[in-house]
């Protein structure tokens, strides 16, 4: 270690910086964090500089900087993109024994400056002794991503409450006290109710540490998306993350479960020891029965949790067994296969309104609101609907429906083995024989024509090699 980490103080010191140009305005939105005074050299500033000397955010001095003015200073920046200059002003400083940065020169600077992760009071400095800049970019855009952007709140909050947490015997209780608050539920009070109510949900997190024997369980209902993993949104990695149980259906793809913590437990609700497919009741009674041991669950649901999801059963039975939980949305299947076609669920002049219909219900086919559907320009987008097709397409025919009204089916949309049946409602149940994954039948769109287009020329493209 060439460099050794640590966390200057800088709270009214003085700082300087040499320079008005992209290097020390790139500085400056760094140094503008601190409670530090700064003091900006430069004859010519960018606009930003002289921007924030008017705003009083630093003082500004149009004219070189001589020997006097950095006696006395917590730190120097060499920021002119000029060696001789920067090597100039570097000597001022070590002769009056100030510690001198030169930008982009790491070899005659006495300190770097470290890629930083801003959540003040916590703050990461990611150094790579200028070796692998790009890592580092890489090491703080993960951080950015995995702590949380309340956590500095959070933080603040927290330290006042310490020695009220102290009343926890110290050890395992304790830390599991913390860990809570900071991953669980302090960003849910916070996100929910705001910061003022954040004092109050930890006494109440505190109070239920204090009585519960073991740590309180809490569910995550989590959509899954429509299988790509990309397409999880970032607060269902985190769940996923934090994870100690996940109850997944039968939808979900391997490598979205890859993405839980290691240690956690993961249940197929889809099948496994309970016959072909869970019933309801088991799953609530597994949600319940793991989220009273402590654990944290995650319900997680293909698609959108809310759409066709039997969502609200759920809830009901965690509410009824006093369990809290929290809905974390997902894209639904109806969003990932119009994207993957090249169309729109509404669209000016075409149609206003957009259905999610059910192919069947728990009475079998499901009877919709034919008449309109059956309308030109109308557009739904049909879930469950491979088996009952033939019915859906007998009832619109029935009400009028054009039978070349377009239609589109997809399958396995967002994922690697996905296919997209572009066809007529004459045509449908023929097409949409052999389809074997989970499928939305789009009614009223075509695949985008410029699309199809392409699509046929790799199609003729890979029959000519
Ligand atoms: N909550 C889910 C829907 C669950 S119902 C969502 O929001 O997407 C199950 C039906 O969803 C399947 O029968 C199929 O119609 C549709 N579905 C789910 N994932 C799909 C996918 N990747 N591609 C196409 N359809 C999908």
């Known amino acids: ?86 090597a100039h002003v570097a000597w001022l400083g070590r002769e009056a024994g100030v510690l001198v940065n030169i930008v982009d020169n790491l070899d005659d600077s006495a300190f770097i400056t470290p890629a930083i992760v801003d959540r003040d009071p916590v703050t990461v400095a990611i150094g790579t002794e200028g070796a692998a800049p790009v890592l580092a970019r890489a090491i703080k855009a993960d951080l950015e991503e995995r702590l949380s952007p309340r956590l500095g709140l959070l933080a603040r909050i927290g330290k006042g409450f310490r020695p009220l947490a102290e009343r926890l015997p110290a050890g395992r209780k304790r830390r599991e006290f913390w860990a809570d608050y900071y991953f669980n539920a302090g960003p849910r009070a916070a996100e929910e109710l705001g910061e003022e109510a954040l004092p109050e949900a930890l006494s109440d997190l505190l109070a239920k540490h204090r009585a519960a024997g073991q740590g309180v369980g809490h569910v995550d209902l989590v959509g899954a998306g429509p299988g790509d993993p990309e397409l999880l949104t970032l ?16 939808l979900a793809a391997p490598e979205i479960l ?14 496994t020891g309970f016959g072909p497919s869970t019933p309801q ?22 698609g959108d949790p809310g759409v066709f999801g039997r969502l609200d059963e759920e809830l009901d039975a965690l509410t009824e067994a006093g369990i ?18 090249g169309q729109s669920l509404t669209k000016r002049g075409r149609n206003g309104a957009v259905r999610l219909l059910t192919g069947h219900d728990i009475k079998g086919f499901a009877e919709q609101d034919w008449r309109s559907l059956a309308r030109e320009g109308e557009v739904a987008a049909i879930y469950m609907g491979k088996r009952s097709a033939r019915f859906l397409q007998g009832r619109l025919m029935m009400h009028g429906a054009d039978p070349l009204t377009q239609i589109t ?35 009223g769109l075509a695949p985008r024509a410029a699309l199809q287009a392409a699509n046929e020329l790799v199609q003729s493209r890979e029959l000519a090699l």
Do not use: C
């Open 324 to 341: 809290s939980w929290r809905i974390v949305p997902g894209i639904t299947a109806a969003s990932a296969a119009v994207a993957q076609i």
């Open 1 to 86: 270690m060439k460099h050794f980490p640590i966390f200057l103080s800088v709270s009214d010191k003085r700082i300087v910086v040499v320079g008005g140009g992209d290097a020390a305005v790139a500085k400056l939105r760094l140094l503008l964090k601190t409670e530090a005074r700064i003091f900006v050299y430069a004859e010519t500033p960018a606009a930003e500089i002289a921007g924030w000397a008017d705003a009083g955010r630093l003082t500004l001095l149009r004219r070189e900087i001589a020997a006097g003015d950095v006696v006395g200073a917590a730190l120097l920046y060499a920021a002119q993109e000029d060696a001789l200059l920067d």
């Open 409 to 443: 089916v997809v399958e396995n949309a967002s994922r690697a083995d996905s296919r997209v049946i572009a066809t007529t409602l004459s045509d449908l149940p023929a097409d949409i024989d052999g389809v074997d994954g989970p499928a939305v039948i789009l009614l």
């Open 258 to 271: 890859e993405l839980a913590r290691r240690e956690a437990l993961i249940i197929d609700a889809g099948k």
């Open 281 to 302: 009741e088991d799953i609530n009674a597994l949600m319940i029965e793991h989220a009273r041991n402590g654990a944290h669950v995650v319900r997680l649901k293909a």
């Open 235 to 250: 607060k269902a990695r985190k769940a996923l993350d934090r994870a100690d149980v996940v109850i997944h259906d039968r």
